[in-house]
C-alpha cells in the first residue's frame, strides 16, 4: 500500500487547510485510516482515525476544530482543519492499518508540512 499526501503549506493563525491522501489500493479494505503529526524534536502524535464503518476518533486538540473524510470512490482520505494555531505546525503524514498476509500492517506516506504563521 502506497500513500501520497498533499495539501498544507503556509497558513495564517485562524486559518483552514486541507489535507488530502492518496490510497494506492481501495480503501474498502482497509480498517483504519488516519492522520498523525509530528513537530521538530516531538513524538507522532495522532490527530484523527477513520474506520471503514466511518466512526472517527480524535486527539483532544483536533476535537471541533479537524474534520476527516474518507472517499471510497476515489480512495481517498481527507483532514480538513480550521482555526489553526501555531501548535498545529508539523509534518502530517497519513497512515492506513490493514490485515495483510495474515497479520497487522502499517504503512505510511511520506509528509506533508503545514507551517502556520502568528
Known amino acids: 500500500v502506497q500513500l501520497q499526501a498533499s495539501g498544507g503549506g503556509l497558513v495564517q493563525a485562524g486559518g483552514s487547510a486541507r489535507l488530502s491522501c492518496t490510497v494506492s489500493?481501495?480503501?474498502?479494505?482497509?480498517?483504519?485510516l488516519g492522520w498523525y503529526r509530528q513537530a521538530p524534536g516531538k513524538q507522532r502524535d495522532m490527530v484523527a482515525l477513520i474506520n471503514t464503518g466511518g466512526g472517527t476518533t480524535y486527539a483532544d486538540s483536533a476535537k471541533g476544530r479537524f474534520s476527516i473524510a474518507k472517499d471510497n470512490a476515489k480512495n481517498t482520505v481527507t483532514l480538513q482543519m480550521s482555526d489553526l494555531k501555531p501548535e498545529d505546525q508539523a509534518v502530517y503524514y497519513c497512515m492506513a492499518r490493514s490485515y495483510d498476509f495474515g497479520e497487522w500492517k502499517t504503512y505510511w506516506g511520506p509528509g506533508t508540512q503545514v507551517t502556520v504563521s502568528s
Open positions: 489500493r481501495s480503501i474498502n479494505l482497509i480498517t483504519i
